[in-house]
C-alpha cells in the first residue's frame, strides 16, 4: 500500500487489543494528560506562594509557564521524530516518568534556577507526550470509535482547569506549594505504573495509525490555521477571564470559583458531547463549535455587562471551546501528509503558539482599550477560523462532485 494511499475504517475493523485493557490504559492516558496541564499550569495559581518564598517578583514566576509552552513549541517535533522507532507504549511511559521527576524536583527545588529547570524538565516530557499520545490512544480502538475514544482521552484536559489547577491551590494554601507540586509527582507517579502495566504493544501500521487515513497537505495546513487561529482568539478570552468577570460583568470576587467551576463544568459537558459525534463528520463539528464560540464572545462583548447573560455567554464558550481540541486531534490524524506522531507535534507546537499569541495580544487590547474589548477581538479571530473551515468544506464538496456531462 502506498503512504499516499488513503486508508479506510474497513481497513481494520475489528479493535486490535482486548477491549476492557485497553479502557484501563486509555484512563491512564486520560489521568498523564490531567498531570501535565495541571502541572504547566500550577504556579498560576501558586504565583502569590512561590513568589514571596523563592524572593522573586510575580512577574518572574510567571515565566514559568511561558517559558514551560516556548519548550514545548520548540521540542515537540524534533523528541517526536527521535522516538519515532520506539515502541509507544514504552514512550509514553517514559514522559510520564519524566512529569513524576520534573514536578518532584519542582517540589524540591532550593531557588528560582532549580524550579525553572525542573520546568523545562517536565515540559520536555510534554512535548513528547502529546506528540505520540493521540496516535497511541486511537490504536486501542476499532476505527469507528476513535474520535469518540480521543474526545474521552481529552477528558483529562478538561478536568485539570477544572479540577487539577483550583485543588492544587488548595492544597498550596493550606500547606506550601511545594507540597502542591509533591501531590501532582505522585499522581503522576500512579498513571505511570497504570500505563507500564495495562498499556499493550499495539503495532502502529497494523493499526493504521502510523499514517493518515486521508492524507492531504492542503488540509492539514487548512487545520493548522484554524488551530492558530482559534487558539489565539480563545486564549484571549480565557486569560482574562476573571479579570473581565470582575470588571465588565461585575461579580463580587467571592463568585469568582463558583463561576469558573461553573465554566469547566461546561467544557467538560462539550469534551463528552462531540465524542458522539465525531467519528461520522469531525469537520462539520468543528464548524458547528466555532459558530457556537463565535456567537458566545460575541454575546460576551456586547452583553456581558449584564450579570445572567454573562453566565450564559461564560458556560457556551466553556461547552464550544473545549469540544474543539478533541476535534483537532482526531483531524490531525486523519489528513496527517506523512507520519501522524509529526502531525500531532506539530498540532501541539501550533497549538502552544496560539496560547502565547492569545495571551500577548489579550494583554495588549487590555492596556489600551480595555478588558470589555476581549471578547470582540476573540470574536474576530474566532470568526475568522470558522471562514477558512466553511472555505474548505466548499471547496472539498465541489471538487467531490462529478463534473455534469
Given at each position: 500500500?502506498?503512504?499516499?494511499?488513503?486508508?479506510?475504517?474497513?481497513?481494520?475493523?475489528?479493535?486490535?487489543?482486548?477491549?476492557?485493557?485497553?479502557?484501563?490504559?486509555?484512563?491512564?492516558?486520560?489521568?498523564?494528560?490531567?498531570?501535565?496541564?495541571?502541572?504547566?499550569?500550577?504556579?498560576?495559581?501558586?504565583?502569590?506562594?512561590?513568589?514571596?518564598?523563592?524572593?522573586?517578583?510575580?512577574s518572574?514566576?510567571?515565566?514559568?509557564?511561558?517559558?514551560?509552552?516556548a519548550?514545548?513549541?520548540?521540542?515537540?517535533?524534533?523528541?517526536?521524530?527521535?522516538?519515532?522507532?520506539?515502541p509507544?507504549?514504552?514512550?509514553?511511559?517514559?514522559?510520564?516518568?519524566?512529569?513524576t521527576?520534573?514536578?518532584l524536583?519542582?517540589?524540591?527545588?532550593?531557588?528560582?534556577?532549580?524550579?525553572m529547570?525542573?520546568r523545562?524538565?517536565?515540559?520536555?516530557?510534554?512535548?513528547?507526550f502529546?506528540?505520540v499520545?493521540?496516535?497511541?490512544?486511537?490504536?486501542?480502538?476499532?476505527?469507528?470509535i476513535?474520535?469518540?475514544?480521543?474526545?474521552?482521552?481529552?477528558?483529562?484536559?478538561?478536568?485539570?482547569?477544572?479540577?487539577?489547577?483550583?485543588?492544587?491551590?488548595?492544597?498550596?494554601?493550606?500547606?506550601?506549594?511545594?507540597?502542591?507540586?509533591?501531590?501532582?509527582?505522585?499522581?503522576s507517579?500512579?498513571?505511570?505504573?497504570?500505563?507500564?502495566?495495562?498499556?499493550?504493544?499495539?503495532?502502529?501500521e497494523?493499526?493504521?495509525?502510523?499514517?493518515?487515513?486521508?492524507?492531504?497537505?492542503?488540509?492539514?495546513?487548512?487545520?493548522?490555521?484554524?488551530?492558530?487561529?482559534?487558539v489565539?482568539?480563545?486564549?484571549?478570552?480565557?486569560?482574562?477571564?476573571?479579570?473581565?468577570?470582575?470588571?465588565?460583568?461585575?461579580?463580587?470576587?467571592?463568585?469568582?470559583?463558583?463561576?469558573?467551576?461553573?465554566?469547566?463544568?461546561?467544557?467538560?459537558?462539550?469534551?463528552?458531547?462531540?465524542?458522539?459525534?465525531?467519528?461520522?463528520?469531525p469537520?462539520?463539528?468543528?464548524?458547528?463549535?466555532?459558530?457556537?464560540?463565535?456567537?458566545?464572545?460575541?454575546?460576551?462583548?456586547?452583553?456581558?455587562h449584564?450579570?445572567v447573560?454573562?453566565?450564559?455567554?461564560?458556560a457556551?464558550?466553556?461547552?464550544?471551546?473545549?469540544?474543539?481540541?478533541?476535534?483537532?486531534?482526531?483531524?490531525?490524524?486523519?489528513?496527517?501528509?506523512?507520519?501522524?506522531?509529526s502531525?500531532?507535534?506539530?498540532?501541539?507546537?501550533?497549538?502552544?503558539?496560539?496560547?502565547?499569541?492569545?495571551?500577548?495580544?489579550g494583554a495588549?487590547?487590555?492596556?489600551?482599550?480595555?478588558v470589555?474589548?476581549?471578547p470582540?477581538v476573540g470574536?474576530?479571530?474566532?470568526?475568522?477560523a470558522?471562514?477558512?473551515?466553511a472555505?474548505?468544506?466548499?471547496?472539498?464538496?465541489?471538487?467531490a462532485?462529478?463534473?455534469?456531462?
Open positions: 500500500m502506498s503512504p499516499s494511499t488513503p486508508v479506510t475504517a474497513a481497513s481494520f475493523a475489528a479493535p486490535p487489543v482486548d477491549q476492557r485493557r485497553a479502557i484501563i490504559a486509555l484512563i491512564a492516558l486520560s489521568v498523564s494528560a490531567f498531570t501535565f496541564v495541571t502541572a504547566e499550569n500550577l504556579p498560576g495559581g501558586l504565583l502569590t506562594l512561590i513568589a514571596p518564598d523563592l524572593g522573586r517578583s510575580t518572574e514566576i510567571g515565566l514559568l509557564v511561558s517559558a514551560y509552552a519548550v514545548v513549541v520548540l521540542t515537540s517535533l524534533p523528541l517526536s521524530r527521535l522516538t519515532r522507532r520506539f509507544r507504549r514504552y514512550v509514553l511511559a517514559a514522559t510520564t516518568a519524566v512529569c521527576v520534573g514536578t524536583w519542582s517540589a524540591v527545588a532550593p531557588g528560582y534556577a532549580d524550579l529547570a525542573a523545562m524538565v517536565t515540559a520536555l516530557g510534554q512535548a513528547l502529546w506528540s499520545v493521540t496516535p497511541a490512544a486511537a490504536s486501542l480502538f476499532a476505527p469507528a476513535r474520535g469518540k475514544m480521543i474526545a474521552r482521552l481529552a477528558i483529562g484536559n478538561s478536568l485539570a482547569p477544572l479540577l487539577g489547577v483550583p485543588l492544587g491551590t488548595w492544597v498550596g494554601q493550606q500547606t506550601s506549594w511545594r507540597t502542591a507540586f509533591l501531590f501532582f509527582s505522585v499522581v507517579l500512579l498513571a505511570c505504573l497504570a500505563m507500564v502495566i495495562a498499556m499493550p504493544n499495539v503495532d502502529a497494523g493499526s493504521g495509525t502510523a499514517r493518515g487515513t486521508h492524507p492531504s497537505m492542503r488540509r492539514f495546513v487548512v487545520l493548522m490555521v484554524v488551530t492558530v487561529l482559534l489565539t482568539g480563545g486564549f484571549m478570552m480565557i486569560t482574562f477571564v476573571t479579570q473581565f468577570l470582575l470588571e465588565t460583568a461585575g461579580f463580587p470576587d467571592r463568585y469568582l470559583s463558583a463561576l469558573l467551576l461553573g465554566q469547566g463544568a461546561a467544557g467538560l459537558a462539550g469534551t463528552l458531547l462531540i465524542g458522539q459525534v465525531l467519528d461520522k463528520r469537520w462539520q463539528t468543528v464548524l458547528v463549535a466555532l459558530s457556537l464560540l463565535t456567537g458566545a464572545l460575541v454575546l460576551l462583548w456586547s452583553l456581558g449584564v450579570p447573560l454573562a453566565l450564559v455567554g461564560l457556551l464558550f466553556g461547552l464550544a471551546f473545549s469540544a474543539i481540541p478533541p476535534a483537532l486531534s482526531f483531524l490531525s490524524m486523519q489528513v496527517a501528509p506523512g507520519a501522524t506522531e502531525a500531532t507535534a506539530i498540532s501541539s507546537s501550533v497549538f502552544n503558539i496560539g496560547i502565547g499569541g492569545g495571551s500577548a495580544l495588549l487590547v487590555v492596556a489600551t482599550v480595555g470589555s474589548t476581549v470582540l470574536a474576530v479571530f474566532v470568526l475568522a470558522l471562514a477558512v473551515v472555505t474548505d468544506l466548499r471547496l472539498t464538496a465541489r471538487s462532485t462529478p463534473p455534469r456531462p
